[in-house]
């Protein structure tokens, strides 16, 4: 993993990893504080504090041409973060069309995925994750290309083909600060002309929502035997914490921009499914706890532009 200084650390309070996965390392470090946010940064966020970044015709188009079944089925087998923890399971339910893996290459030109969840919105074509799954944080320059939305990827199998990422936008304090670890996605149509979620329907998604409540957090996380194949969950009481929210997870590398949703039934599959998160950062290698960010006005106006557009 990228070398860091101990006095970050010790400004991460405990929050150390990121989730999105690259060859064998895992990509960034948790996002710090909101105290951390310079002055500067903050005064560029009210402004305008939205960021979004596009794909032209072509470079959607040659996304999908990279993102073939050989170059997935190597990804996966790139990485390998241990054991599958007692705590993540994986999901049997009924099959969650609207979650799936995220593909792209990040900003240091590495193949990876992330995990995202397709949801409701005025365009039927948006998409939420991690902001880390966009880009890197507080590196305006560090961008993620070729990003292509698998939903419902299962052992190598896309039931409902591969949608190409047309733009992707992000609170401008994560670009500026690494705070508020969250993205909405736009994607392209099918190709056969369909809108994303004309086909896999979206889960509702919900704002300033209560902390405290019973969550299934998703993801395709990269521990074995899975190996990024498979949808695991956790399910847990969210805690306020660090100034987010926190459930007992060992989710990993992978999993990032995994929803967390509440009014679900990890068992059966049955319930609404309101995403009140995403998967953020870990507390640590070996994790015992994940963060989601409380989805508040900034995760709102960072929605109603993807779902605008």
Avoid at 39 to 63: F, H
Avoid at 79 to 89: I, Q
Wanted: charged share 20%; proline share 6%.
């Amino acid at each position: 993993m990228p070398e860091t200084s101990p006095s970050l650390f010790r400004s991460l309070r405990g929050r150390v990893t990121g989730l999105a996965v690259a060859g064998t390392a895992l990509a960034l470090l948790a996002p710090v504080p909101a105290m951390a946010a310079s002055a500067q940064a903050g005064a560029t966020a009210a402004a305008d504090p939205v960021s979004v970044l596009t794909y032209t015709t072509k470079e959607r188009r040659e996304a999908l041409a990279y993102w073939t079944t050989a170059r997935i089925k190597a990804v996966g087998k790139s990485v390998d973060l241990g054991p599958t923890g007692p705590k993540a399971k994986p999901y049997k339910g009924a099959t969650l069309k609207t979650v799936g893996r995220l593909f792209f290459v990040n900003a240091r030109g590495a193949d990876t995925w992330c995990t995202a969840t397709a949801v409701k919105s005025a365009n039927r074509s948006a998409v939420m994750t991690a902001a880390h799954c966009v880009r890197m944080g507080s590196s305006p320059g560090n961008t993620n290309t070729s990003m292509v939305f698998v939903p419902a990827y299962y052992k190598g199998k896309q039931p409902y083909g591969a949608f190409a990422v047309r733009s992707a936008a992000t609170p401008r304090t994560w670009e500026n600060d690494s705070l508020n670890d969250m993205s909405a996605l736009v994607v392209d149509a099918d190709k056969k002309g369909r809108k994303l979620t004309d086909v896999v329907g979206g889960q509702p998604i919900s704002f300033d929502r209560a902390v405290g409540g019973t969550v299934t957090a998703l993801g395709y996380s990269a521990t074995r035997p899975q190996l990024g194949e498979e949808l695991l969950r956790c399910v847990g009481t969210t805690k306020r914490e660090h100034g987010t929210q926190m459930i007992p997870c060992d989710l990993t590398g992978g999993a990032s921009g995994g929803p967390w949703l509440a009014d679900f039934d990890a068992t059966t599959g049955k319930g609404k499914g309101v995403l009140v998160s995403v998967n953020a950062s870990l507390d640590s290698l070996e994790p015992t706890k994940m963060y989601g960010e409380v989805l508040r006005s900034t995760a709102k106006k960072v929605y109603d532009k993807a779902q605008k557009s």
